[in-house]
T-cell receptor, first 114, second 116 residues
Framework: ETGVTQSPTHLIKTRGQQVTLRCSSQ?????VSWYQQALGQGPQFIFQYYREEENGRGNFPPRFSGLQFPNYSSELNVNALELDDSALYLCASRLSLGGANVLTFGAGSRLTVL | DQQVKQNSPSLSVQEGRISILNCDYTNSMFDYFLWYKKYPAEGPTFLISISSIKDKNEDGRFTVFLNKSAKHLSLHIVPSQPGDSAVYFCAALSNAGGTSYGKLTFGQGTILTVHP
């Protein structure tokens, strides 16, 4: 399987709810990063997972959490949603020995918080 | 604190001419820089990169220049084609290597429009 697939593509939640976004990485890609892209901004690093453990986190609160599974899929969970969480969430994966130039991004999940 | 800045939100160029996209950074620890292109409804795709030990890297129509003293890099596209119309992001890494490769710091992006 090639490419990175994200689901859902669009979703709407209300403030205070919880959301789970999913990412299916390219086979063999054991490192996955998640990014938040607000409207008119560049992607902002949330965290990275390697072999099912978090190994790097950006400036995001603990209500942003993740999971990585042995089948190269991963999840981003956001609790207690706030209006500012409205954004495009991007998943990116690579082989652990690969450089940044082989980081493969998905098309993203667009979250709207009302 | 915006560590990577693309100060031009948009750029319009005629087909066949040169497109120059600019990027400035403030973090001296950045040692690897990349350009990504993004079409609507698609994820960013890697275009070209440069290590801080170089000042130029070329790949076909795309050339990236790095001026470390000015903390400035630019992407040149020659000749520009209508298919190049997209959002271009500059990104940077510090301590490039191993696990750091997934932790990119992006600029805000520049919308490039190439007119036929």
């Amino acid at each position: 399987e090639t490419g990175v697939t994200q689901s859902p593509t669009h979703l709407i939640k209300t403030r205070g709810q919880q959301v789970t976004l999913r990412c299916s990485s390219q086979s063999g890609h054991n490192t996955v990063s998640w990014y938040q892209q607000a409207l008119g901004q560049g992607p902002q690093f949330i965290f990275q997972y390697y072999r099912e453990e978090e190994n790097g986190r950006g400036n995001f609160p603990p209500r942003f959490s993740g999971l990585q599974f042995p089948n190269y899929s991963s999840e981003l969970n956001v609790n207690a949603l706030e209006l500012d969480d409205s954004a495009l969430y991007l998943c990116a994966s690579r082989l652990s020995l690969g450089g940044a130039n082989v980081l493969t991004f998905g098309a993203g999940s667009r979250l709207t918080v009302l | 604190d915006q560590q990577v800045k693309q100060n031009s939100p948009s750029l319009s160029v005629q087909e066949g001419r040169i497109s120059i996209l600019n990027c400035d950074y403030t973090n001296s620890m950045f040692d690897y820089f990349l350009w990504y292109k993004k079409y609507p409804a698609e994820g960013p795709t890697f275009l070209i990169s440069i290590s801080s030990i170089k000042d130029k890297n070329e790949d076909g129509r795309f050339t990236v220049f790095l001026n470390k003293s000015a903390k400035h890099l630019s992407l040149h596209i020659v000749p520009s084609q209508p298919g190049d119309s997209a959002v271009y992001f500059c990104a940077a890494l510090s301590n490039a290597g191993g696990t750091s490769y997934g932790k990119l710091t992006f600029g805000q992006g520049t919308i490039l429009t190439v007119h036929p």
